[in-house]
């Protein structure tokens, strides 16, 4: 049914959803879709700096700890 619609029937439900929101509204909806895509974006980004500082304390407790002396007993 969709795939049946072509340019036409997509600039009349533009015309539409104009005339029912208004510019300034559907600009603002607009502007809100933006700032959630961004901040979705920033959550990402400080998710996986997150993993890789967790990474890198893991590797750093997993040092050998074995005294010297015990080390030359091989």
């Known amino acids: 049914m969709l795939n049946n619609i072509g340019l036409p029937g997509i600039l009349l439900i533009a015309v539409v959803v104009l005339v029912l929101f208004g510019r300034g509204k559907i600009s603002s909806l607009m502007g809100e879709v933006g700032k959630g895509i961004t901040s979705f974006k ?33």
């Open 42 to 74: 920033k959550g990402i980004s400080e998710g996986s700096k997150e993993l890789e500082d967790d990474e890198e304390k893991s590797a750093e407790s997993a040092r050998d700890v074995t005294p010297k002396s015990e080390k030359d007993k091989v």
